[in-house]
């Protein structure tokens, strides 16, 4: 039986598909890796730089993978064979569900960190009353053997659980209910954080420039990375996801609104954050343990702290599922079609390897903790590397170099709802010029094979 001829699953509505695609790219990235990246690059310069790269290079790539999804209505590896058979296109379909497979693997083990605290928090709050604090906790917990892999399978479970139902009752349904949620508990403690001591040194923080931060070319690296990061781009979710919409749709403007309500969501993440940091004394660039060792203890010392960190673990935990959703499904997209195999059954056995796949990078803090794979780096931040600073981009320079080289331009501005327009021009040639060169200086940078 050829799977392209079988009925294709559809959103129910335009809006779904968007709180969908919205749910793709806010998560873990928006709130927890957004605000200490912004912290440790500078945070109003680095916000600049990182909503540029969005303007520039994110929005137009995210527009060429609506593209491509919703012409061809199959998965990501599907669509580049459909539009260009035979030609090495493709590849960017490959390194996408690669790319799945990868970040889902140590994504999980960080969200199923977030659950851990939501359930602390459920309780009343983790002991960090000792002598180490938040600190000790932090490190006892996920040093640990068992607990972090019990952690990371629940989450895993849940969100095989909403694959395996399908894209309208699962999916669409699932980003229904997780995304207005998510942005009536951001606003909520956002608003809250605002009234905290440490407010104006925080706005000052993340919208007054230090202009000499733009003189780091590590800034733009860490800029680009983030908005391919947040945005989900170059691992085929949003190709996937596209293939799903009906063909009347108009692209654009659903375009826009994703990378917008995205942009918009990060920074209302770092107004909830910064305020509560600079009020307590923590230093903006605490690095990763900015959510998980430095809040725990501004929760304990706030006035309804216990609600605070109820709050925003179960807000952070809701944002990986939606995205940890969406990075399945591309996996699982494929190998249903490849293999003929049921979404079902589809769903159990890929989410089953990946959950496997990740348990490295659980015991990678523990057990495996002196195992380092690129460079000094250890198991979860080489996944981080290997997916975030090489697979994503690259991925997204294919896609980029596809709309604007590989694909007749009266089709692709035809496919995009552009038309032949001034601005179905102009998108174009930023993705047959501007992006790709931009994405290949970061990347020959961030992989040290030039220097500045």
Same mark, same amino acid.
């Given at each position: ?249 108009? $692209?654009?403007?659903? =375009? ?5 309500? #995205?942009?918009? @969501?990060? *920074?209302?993440? !770092? /107004?909830?954050? %910064? ?14 343990? $900015?959510?998980?060792? =430095? ?5 304990? #010392?706030?006035? @309804?702290? *216990?609600?605070? !960190? /109820?709050?925003? %673990? ?18 699982? =997209? ?119």
């Amino acid at each position: 039986m050829n799977t392209e001829n079988r009925p294709r699953e559809q959103w129910g509505s335009r809006l779904g598909f968007m709180l969908a695609a919205l749910g793709s790219a806010v998560g873990l990235g928006n709130i927890w890796r957004f605000s200490y990246v912004a912290g440790e690059s500078g945070g109003a310069a680095f916000i600049l730089i990182y909503l540029f790269c969005i303007a520039a290079i994110g929005l137009p790539i995210l527009m060429a993978e609506f593209t491509i999804g919703r012409r061809a209505q199959l998965d990501v590896v599907g669509s580049f064979q459909k539009i260009s058979p035979g030609k090495p296109w493709v590849l960017a379909g490959y390194m996408g569900v690669a790319s799945a497979f990868i970040i889902l693997s140590f994504y999980g083990v960080i969200a199923g960190w977030s659950m851990f605290y939501f359930s602390q928090y459920v309780i009343g709050g983790p002991d960090i009353g000792g002598e180490g604090g938040s600190l000790d906790f932090f490190v006892n917990f996920h040093t640990a053997t068992f607990a972090p892999i019990l952690w990371q399978f629940i989450f895993m479970l849940i969100t095989v659980g909403i694959v395996y139902v399908g894209v309208k009752r699962g999916i669409e349904a699932s980003n229904k209910i997780l995304m207005p949620l998510l942005a009536i508990l951001v606003l909520i403690l956002a608003g809250y954080s605002m009234t905290l001591e440490g407010a104006s040194e925080a706005l000052n923080f993340l919208f007054t420039p230090d202009w000499s931060a733009l003189t780091d070319p590590s800034v733009y690296l860490a800029a680009l990375s983030q908005a391919f990061f947040s945005l989900s781009l170059g691992m085929g979710a949003l190709i996937t996801y596209g293939s799903y919409l009906s063909k009347k749709e108009k $692209l654009p403007g659903a =375009a826009v609104g994703v990378a917008s309500m #995205d942009s918009l @969501f990060a *920074i209302v993440a !770092g /107004l909830m954050i %910064f305020p509560a940091v600079f009020t307590f004394g923590i230093a903006p660039d605490s690095g990763p343990g $900015l959510v998980f060792i =430095a809040l725990p203890d501004i929760f304990a #010392d706030m006035s @309804f702290g *216990i609600i605070y !960190g /109820l709050l925003f %673990f179960f807000l952070l935990t809701a944002a990986a599922i939606s995205s940890g959703v969406s990075l399945l499904e591309v996996a699982v =997209a494929y190998f249903m079609r490849k293999f003929e195999w049921s979404r079902q059954m589809t769903s159990v056995f890929i989410g089953t390897i990946i959950f496997l796949i990740g348990i490295p990078s659980s015991l990678g803090f523990g057990a495996l903790a002196d195992v380092t794979i690129l460079g000094e780096r250890d198991i979860l931040d080489s996944m981080d590397f290997l997916a975030s600073y090489i697979f994503l981009p690259l991925g997204g320079m294919i896609i980029a170099l596809f709309i604007g080289w590989g694909w007749k331009k009266a089709d692709a501005l035809e496919a995009s709802n552009f038309g032949d327009t001034v601005l179905g021009n102009i998108w174009l040639w930023i993705v047959r010029i501007f992006a790709p060169l931009a994405i290949l200086i970061v990347f020959l940078y961030s992989t040290g094979i030039v220097t500045f």
